[in-house]
């Protein structure tokens, strides 16, 4: 941790600037952070970014009282490799959570990934202890399931949810239901213990999660200050809604699913401030990667005016909704035009915490402060990758794609489409195609819809390409890959036998360990 420095001059002119409250000794308390990251919500899925039905109000609500960001990205299309990056301020190409195995194929962490976090990454709650943060993780964690990888080893003080999402339900036999931890040990499974009809839609998940989060709320509120890392995963297929929420959207069960959420947001947030904890509370709203228009029409959310979803690198996979708001400090009302990436997390909680990041990595955040507290705007590029190759990158307006490619033409005539009612000839190819010669470039400001691509002859092509190619130039030469995480699978490490397991007669038996190259379809 020595690369961490603690109370930079830019730290002290923000506590005279926003008067943070005062700790017991005496010294300035940092901000608590809360970060509340959802699960393949897409951009258009909220309000307040112009979902007709309007059913997000608390959402709504925060966003008129905080900061709008329309330019916010993740760092991958999909959700593990996303929530390594907002956890270590680094692409996944850096941080290891990537594949090498089929070009340009994405990498998610099913059950039989045998890699996770490396111990060589620092995660961001083990550098907020520096400044005496108590952390807690809710929900989702995905960033492997072997005892190596568990959150408590990794910074959290405190967790409650799952290591993989709830896809399922499985058999225990071929595949055992994913476990649901409190800490170090397991105290149930979905579908058993913690049940999700997959008829009707009805599991009490988000509100369990919701009551943990309160409860770890009011626990911390006068103690020290808190980093709250809310993960749930309602939202991912098969969606789900507790009972006073279903058939209560006019968008279905995915409906029902942001409905709770959204409420689940506002009690947290009326929690705050009758704990007279709003103004020293930092809370930023985000999803992990794009709507999974895959799972459209019935479980999927909404892109907006964008094009594809999850699993692409078009700006429907990776464009996110993103808000920010702490009272007294954030002007209510604001949007900002700040091209914005979830690895900016890392390091803004970082500022707030007064600590610096690592010094002995390459970090790709940006402070989001001068932003957030001052609505200044910096120049940064965007990356776009799938698996190991740069597909495309954005600066400024101006968005090149080096390769285009949606899934294959044998996966598509088998039904899954990730771009469903959304070809644009020449862009969404069902083969992988390459442009690094010659890149595809739009203007995301005139054509958010990647529908119109710039004229080669043009001059505005010309400056775009130029500007680009320089930085993506600078990228490639100082890049250093992280051994990849996500490149062998083994039937024999998936969640059969959790610590706790034995307590609960849960424990099952894991076949012969044969690892092997892992070779998804998508």
């Given at each position: 941790m020595a690369a961490v420095v603690a109370a930079t001059r830019w730290w002290r002119l923000l506590l005279v600037l926003s008067a943070a409250g005062m700790g017991a000794s005496g010294a300035p308390q940092p901000?608590?952070?809360?970060?509340?990251?959802?699960?393949?919500?897409?951009?258009?899925?909220?309000?307040?970014?112009?979902?007709?039905?309007?059913?997000?109000?608390?959402?709504?609500?925060?966003?008129?009282?905080?900061?709008?960001?329309?330019?916010?990205?993740?760092?991958n299309p999909l959700c593990s490799p996303s929530r390594?990056?907002?956890?270590?301020?680094?692409?996944?190409?850096?941080?290891?959570?990537?594949?090498?195995?089929?070009?340009?194929?994405?990498?998610?962490?099913?059950?039989?990934?045998?890699?996770?976090?490396?111990?060589?990454?620092?995660?961001?709650?083990?550098?907020?202890?520096?400044?005496?943060?108590?952390?807690?993780?809710?929900?989702?964690?995905?960033?492997?399931?072997?005892?190596?990888?568990?959150?408590?080893?990794?910074?959290?003080?405190?967790?409650?949810?799952?290591?993989?999402?709830?896809?399922?339900?499985?058999?225990?036999?071929?595949?055992?239901?994913?476990?649901?931890?409190r800490d170090w040990e397991m105290v149930g499974r979905y579908y058993e213990e913690f049940p999700i009809n997959l008829k009707t839609g009805e599991a009490n998940l988000t509100q369990i999660y919701l009551q943990e989060a309160l409860d770890f709320i009011k626990r911390q509120a006068?103690?020290?200050?808190?980093?709250l890392y809310w993960a749930v995963d309602a939202t991912h297929a098969p969606v789900y809604a507790s009972k006073p929420f279903l058939g209560t959207s006019q968008r279905g069960r995915y409906g029902d699913a942001v409905r709770e959420i959204d409420d689940s947001v506002g009690k947290m947030l009326e929690l705050l401030h009758d704990l007279h904890i709003a103004d020293n509370t930092f809370v930023f709203f985000t999803s992990d990667n794009g709507a999974a228009l895959i799972s459209a029409?019935?479980?999927?959310?909404?892109?907006?005016?964008?094009?594809?979803?999850?699993?692409?690198?078009?700006?429907?996979?990776?464009?996110?909704?993103?808000?920010?708001?702490?009272?007294?400090?954030i002007a209510a009302g604001q949007v900002s035009h700040q091209l914005g990436s979830i690895m900016d997390l890392f390091t803004t909680s970082l500022a707030l915490a007064g600590l610096t990041p690592p010094r002995d990595r390459a970090i790709d955040g940006l402070s989001l402060l001068p932003a957030l507290l001052q609505g200044r705007l910096m120049d940064r590029p965007v990356f776009?990758?799938?698996?190991?190759?740069?597909?495309?990158?954005?600066?400024?307006?101006?968005k090149a794609h080096f390769w285009t490619w949606t899934n294959s033409w044998e996966n598509f005539r088998q039904g899954i489409d990730f771009c469903p009612g959304q070809n644009v000839s020449?862009?969404?190819?069902?083969?992988?195609?390459?442009?690094?010669?010659?890149?595809?470039?739009?203007?995301?400001?005139?054509d958010p819809g990647e529908r119109f691509p710039l004229s080669f002859a043009s001059a505005e092509y010309q400056e775009a390409l130029s500007r680009i190619t320089s930085v993506v130039q600078q990228h490639q030469e100082a890049l250093v890959p992280g051994q990849p995480q996500l490149n062998v699978c083994n039937w024999?490490?998936?969640?059969?036998?959790?610590p706790g397991c034995e307590k609960l007669g849960k424990c099952l038996t894991p076949p012969e360990s044969i690892p092997e190259k892992c070779l998804w379809s998508h």
């Open positions: 901000p608590n952070i809360l970060l509340l990251l959802m699960d393949d919500m897409g951009w258009g899925d909220l309000g307040v970014y112009g979902e007709p039905s309007r059913e997000t109000p608390n959402l709504d609500r925060m966003a008129a009282e905080g900061m709008l960001f329309p330019n916010f990205y993740s760092a390594a990056a907002l956890l270590t301020g680094r692409l996944p190409i850096r941080n290891g959570f990537y594949t090498t195995n089929a070009h340009a194929r994405n990498a998610y962490t099913p059950q039989e990934i045998v890699g996770g976090i490396p111990d060589s990454e620092q995660l961001l709650p083990e550098l907020l202890k520096e400044a005496g943060y108590v952390s807690k993780i809710i929900g989702k964690w995905h960033l492997g399931h072997r005892p190596q990888f568990h959150p408590l080893k990794h910074g959290f003080d405190e967790w409650f949810g799952s290591p993989n999402c709830h896809f399922g339900p499985y058999d225990n036999k071929a595949r055992p239901n994913i476990p649901v931890y006068r103690r020290h200050p808190f980093f029409p019935e479980q999927a959310g909404s892109n907006g005016p964008f094009l594809c979803g999850k699993q692409t690198t078009f700006e429907g996979g990776m464009r996110e909704p993103a808000l920010a708001w702490w009272p007294g400090h776009y990758y799938r698996g190991d190759t740069l597909m495309a990158t954005t600066l400024g307006q101006h020449g862009v969404t190819t069902h083969s992988l195609e390459d442009h690094t010669k010659l890149p595809l470039i739009f203007h995301l400001g005139r024999a490490v998936m969640n059969w036998a959790p």
